[in-house]
């Protein structure tokens, strides 16, 4: 739950936020509001791990990484 979420934030626990989606891929999100509370995340920055996603993803997407999943389907 979002409740979580801002408490973890404010006890410094919250280190990465990211949305995903078809055209989203990977998005880094620097700061959530809720209910008048405001959670800074990363300073605004990209994290470790959702740069690792995105590069991963994007990898597997473009052909430059192996795609373990069988998720890319190649049409002629």
Do not use: C
Not at 26 to 31: A, C, L, T, W
């Amino acid at each position: 739950p979002i409740a979580d979420v801002m408490k973890a934030s404010r006890e410094g626990k919250l280190e990465e936020v990211f949305g995903t989606g078809t055209a989203a891929v990977i998005s880094p999100v620097g700061e959530l509001r809720f209910e008048g509370d405001v959670a800074y995340i990363n300073h605004g920055e990209i994290g470790e791990i959702t740069h690792k996603l995105y590069d991963t993803l994007t990898g597997i997407q473009y052909g430059e990484r192996e795609d373990p999943f069988g998720w890319v389907v190649k049409i002629s």
